[in-house]
């Protein structure tokens, strides 16, 4: 070992102990000065009751698959339609211009709107048709809107990554004799998938995340048996419950795109 990776190998022990004791004095900080305000024995007994903790925990844990069951459903549409919109933002073709158009109008509406206000509006207002079971199911119209949604975001991703690839690429394609294309599914896209890939997992985890908004039209996963929980029992622990239930897959979720990040800005460095 040199003396500049001695230097840098003592620089990361310092760092490290230096974050390990601020981090224990904030723990410290809050275990201690926390039980001392006045309220936390009623808040200790509604948020933190042991008992109903496991009492709620397995049913709060099976509801919580239909939350996945959602998110997993939804994820595939989203990506096709995310990819089509961001297509269509991207279209040069004089003849294709209503499509652009169309592209940007619809990313303006949907990233515009709060999501859980289009839950509300979709959710709501399309079973009012007078639909025939099964189309009047909250689940279907529940999906749709955040399928409209996320489909918004996920475009402007996946548009930023397909204009961050350099002219001189498309340039190449057309002297092999790629027409426009096969240039975007041959050269383009490949490369603009990949960088956007770290960015469109957070995206994944915030739609994980907003699956439970679809608790207010109707379908009973894990926010909603919560709120059932909370109302029989008297008692928020459930919701607690539920928290840790979505950091068990948020967290790791989100460290692994994270990890990705840290990759791809080691990659282009």
Same mark, same amino acid.
């Given at each position: ?14 760092? $490290? ?20 305000? @006045? #309220? ?19 049913? $709060? ?20 339609? #995310? ?48 639909? @025939? ?63 956007? +890939? ?6 994944? +985890? ?12 109707? @379908? ?50």
């Amino acid at each position: 070992m040199n003396r500049r990776q001695a230097y840098e190998a003592a620089e990361r022990r310092r760092s $490290l102990i230096v974050a390990g004791i601020s981090t224990l004095a904030v723990i410290l900080a809050i275990v201690l000065l926390v039980p001392l305000a @006045p #309220g936390w024995p009623q808040v200790k007994t509604s948020f933190f009751d042991g008992a109903v903790f496991a009492q709620t925990f397995p049913t $709060l844990l099976r509801a919580f698959l239909v939350d996945v069951m959602i998110f997993a459903w939804s994820v595939p549409i989203i990506l096709v339609l #995310g990819l089509a919109i961001a297509l269509a933002r991207g279209a040069q073709t004089p003849a294709l211009f209503p499509l652009r158009i169309f592209g940007a109008v619809y990313v303006d509406v949907f990233r515009g709107i709060p999501v859980v206000l289009t839950i509300y509006l979709i959710g709501f207002g399309v079973p009012g048709l007078g639909l @025939p079971r099964p189309w009047n199911s909250p689940y279907i119209w529940g999906t749709v809107a955040l399928v409209l949604t996320y489909s918004a975001y996920v475009a402007e991703v996946l548009r930023s990554g397909i204009e961050s690839i350099h002219s001189s690429q498309r340039n190449a394609a057309v002297c092999l004799g790629l027409n426009a294309g096969d240039t975007m599914r041959y050269v383009i896209l490949p490369q603009a998938i990949r960088r956007v +890939v770290p960015a469109n997992m957070n995206m994944l +985890v915030a739609l994980q995340k907003d699956v439970a908004l679809l608790s207010f039209i109707g @379908p009973v996963e894990i926010l909603r048996q919560a709120g059932i929980y909370k109302s029989l029992l008297a008692n928020f622990t459930p919701y607690v419950v539920a928290a840790i239930i979505f950091l068990m897959v948020t967290v790791p979720a989100t460290r692994y795109a994270d990890y990705l990040l840290n990759r791809d800005r080691n990659a282009r460095s």
